[in-house]
């Protein structure tokens, strides 16, 4: 059985023009959160259950690096508790071990949602979630740099 690893799907976000590589996360994990529509019928001893939408999220906690482009922007969101369309992200998920060297990512628009920050005495550290602010769009990527940014298309 071949089983992928969690280091091969990588996420890439939006800073100044250029896709780079989130680096120094301890965690980045979706959750789809799907909404349902539930009922029972009469005639029936069970209930029923369907998806009816989703309302995907994305919980992040990282070491703040203070030359890292990712953290700086997202520091900058926290710090000056900025709202609406600056507080918006795009990221860009890639499995850079994809067959055949087709490095297909997924793109989205993502409301940062902090919540803490300074919770380590290791390390200075930032968490909350990304919640989905738009449709996913698949899109095509390549890298010359080794995976450290990426560029659309």
Same mark, same amino acid.
């Given at each position: ?9 990588? &996420? ?7 896709? +780079?590589?989130?680096? *120094? ?5 979706? *959750?789809?959160? $799907?909404?349902? #529509?539930?009922? !029972? #019928? ?8 369907? /998806?009816?939408?989703?309302? $995907? ?11 890292? $482009?990712? +953290? =700086?922007? %997202? ?8 709202? @609406?369309?600056?507080? /918006?992200?795009? %990221?860009?998920?890639?499995? %850079? ?5 087709? *490095? ?9 949602? $902090?919540?803490?920050? =300074? ?12 919640? &989905?602010? =738009?449709?996913?769009? &698949?899109?095509? /990527?390549?890298?010359?740099? @080794?995976? !450290?940014? /990426?560029?659309? @298309?």
């Amino acid at each position: 059985m071949a089983t992928s690893k969690r280091c091969d799907k990588v &996420a890439f976000m939006g800073v100044s023009g250029k896709f +780079h590589r989130m680096t *120094n996360f301890t965690e980045i994990t979706t *959750n789809k959160n $799907p909404r349902e #529509y539930n009922r !029972q #019928y009469v005639d029936e001893e069970f209930e029923r259950a369907d /998806v009816v939408g989703y309302n $995907p999220s994305v919980s992040y906690a990282f070491d703040y690096d203070k030359e890292n $482009p990712v +953290h =700086g922007l %997202i520091k900058d969101i926290v710090d000056k508790e900025l709202v @609406g369309d600056e507080a /918006v992200v795009e %990221i860009i998920m890639v499995d %850079i071990d994809a067959p055949d060297g087709e *490095n297909n990512g997924i793109s989205r628009r993502w409301s940062v949602i $902090p919540d803490a920050e =300074g919770a380590s005495l290791d390390a200075y550290t930032y968490s909350g979630s990304f919640r &989905a602010n =738009g449709e996913k769009t &698949a899109v095509k /990527v390549t890298s010359t740099d @080794g995976w !450290q940014t /990426v560029t659309k @298309g």
